[in-house]
């Protein structure tokens, strides 16, 4: 019914309120992470060799994506040098999904 759109709007909500403030607790721990966009459950993550030159960390993307792959996550690497992690999982993305995701990125990050 009409009633299940609410919930889901809601949950959307909620879930992009989590993930922002990870992505911001990551990119403060993260060196890699040059810049983080996006609302709700669709974000860009940019990664960069060096933050003040902004030089693409196309090499670490591909490790990160394939280190997230391992642990049961998907995402995507777009962006003219392939350096943007695409982050768009599903409406139904509740806390524990956002907190695997945001524990599989930091575990990632760091081995990249």
Not at 44 to 60: C, H, I, M, S, Y
Not at 90 to 112: K, T, W, Y
């Amino acid at each position: 019914g009409l009633g299940d759109g609410g919930h889901v709007l809601e949950n959307v909500k909620a879930s992009g309120a989590h993930l922002a403030a990870g992505f911001r607790e990551l990119a403060a721990r993260h060196e890699l992470i040059g810049d983080v966009r996006g609302k709700g459950l669709f974000w860009g993550l940019e990664l960069v060799e060096d933050r003040t030159a902004k030089v693409p960390a196309a090499a670490q993307t591909a490790r990160v994506v394939e280190r997230m792959r391992e642990a049961g996550v998907l995402i995507a690497k777009v962006g003219l040098h392939r350096n943007i992690l695409k982050i768009r999982p599903p409406l139904v993305f509740a806390a524990e999904h956002c907190d695997l995701l945001l524990r599989a990125l930091d575990a990632a990050l760091a081995d990249a």
